[in-house]
């Protein structure tokens, strides 16, 4: 009746070829497998719920109608009960489990806690002596990864624009709020990733939002160098608060300022380019690496006039500008032009 041309594994599972038939009355048809016939209870009137994605496959569905399982995680209290609350969020189970022994200890219950106030949507709902249920209560479809990766990117760049500023003016009150930025940014790169890993698994919901499977791959990639951005911002701001308020002079402050243009310039125009697949502006960014080299050794040059104590610190923030330039060039090579 059917012809299995070639059968090959695609990680965990079997990809047959197979030949498509026709009826004398011009009808086109496929066998299905008949393990995954059986598997999923088919027989002669079932319905099967057919979908076509826009890169022009047929996605089959035996399920559909049927409303998915909760995928359920359950964890024991440990050192790494933080650490694998994370991983769990992030591989997108919808419940979590923390189950003690006998009692949990308030130390763990504490880690619980503060894990959870770091990642959206992640909600504490039931909690006694022995446990702890936590359940995630977004729904994936509604947060697309750009809408997700632009806010990330708002807080970053708000916290380059101002720990220049904090570090040129010696400002380490604003320095301390670039550095309590850092938490949001950094709930938004959890939801990110659980969000991409989601859509990796449900082909319906990559179909939905628009976003391909190695689109997700450099979703990832990107967030992940905003997120870099935003950490070098913090580092910068450790280094305001270490030199306790202390200013630069007017002429060391412009120069760093000058620099710091020039790098936040650079940041701008490659997540522009990644999102738009403007490949002229990625090569722009590309292209402005000798400025940045440039206007850091005139950095060097000014900071000699400096005394000692105070110019490790400030070629170490100069460096961290320059680090952020590295990252945007990074964001900038996962441009690609954007179909017609």
């Known amino acids: 009746m059917y012809d299995v041309i070639n059968s090959h594994m695609l990680g965990d599972?079997?990809?047959?070829?197979r030949k498509v038939q026709r009826t004398p009355g011009g009808t086109f048809f496929v066998c299905l497998p008949k393990p995954w016939a059986e598997q999923y209870g088919l027989r002669k009137g079932s319905i099967l719920a057919l979908s076509e994605t826009s890169e022009g496959k047929m996605?089959?569905?035996?399920?559909?109608?049927v409303e998915p399982s909760p995928r359920v995680a359950t964890l024991k209290p440990g050192p790494y009960l933080g650490r694998e609350i994370i991983g769990t969020y992030l591989l997108g189970?919808?419940?979590i489990r923390v189950e003690g022994k006998d009692r949990i200890s308030v130390e763990m219950r504490d880690i619980v806690k503060n894990t959870v106030s770091h990642l959206v949507g992640l909600e504490i709902v039931e909690e006694d002596y022995a446990s702890i249920v936590l359940q995630c209560l977004l729904e994936p479809s509604g947060f697309p990864p750009?809408?997700?990766?632009r806010r990330g990117y708002t807080i970053a760049a708000s916290m380059h624009r101002d720990v220049a500023k904090a570090f040129g003016d010696g400002d380490v009150a604003l320095a301390k709020s670039v550095m309590a930025r850092?938490?949001?940014?950094n709930r938004l790169y959890f939801l990110?990733?659980?969000?991409?890993?989601t859509i990796i698994q449900n082909p319906g919901l990559s179909e939905k939002l628009g976003v391909g499977p190695i689109e997700c791959l450099d979703y990832r990639l990107a967030a992940s160098l905003v997120e870099a951005i935003g950490d070098e911002c913090v580092r910068i701001s450790m280094k305001t608060v270490e030199l306790d308020g202390e200013k630069l002079d007017e002429a060391l402050r412009k120069q760093f300022l000058a620099l710091h243009s020039i790098c936040f310039e650079a940041q701008e125009g490659a997540l522009t380019a990644f999102l738009t697949g403007a490949i002229d502006l990625a090569e722009k960014v590309r292209g402005m690496r000798d400025?940045?080299?440039?206007?850091?050794a005139k950095i060097e040059e000014v900071a000699r006039a400096q005394s000692?104590?105070?110019?490790?610190?400030?070629?170490?923030?100069?460096?961290?500008?320059?680090?952020i330039y590295e990252h945007s060039v990074d964001i900038a090579d996962l441009t690609v032009p954007k179909e017609p």
Not at 291 to 296: D, L, Q
């Open 308 to 323: 000692l104590d105070i110019v490790a610190e400030i070629l170490s923030a100069a460096s961290f500008l320059r680090q």
């Open 192 to 197: 990110l990733v659980r969000i991409l890993r």
């Open 59 to 65: 996605l089959i569905d035996a399920r559909h109608g």
């Open 13 to 17: 599972v079997m990809s047959e070829l």
């Open 182 to 185: 850092d938490d949001e940014g």
């Open 93 to 95: 189970f919808d419940a």
């Open 291 to 296: 400025k940045v080299e440039k206007e850091f």
């Open 146 to 149: 750009e809408k997700i990766l």
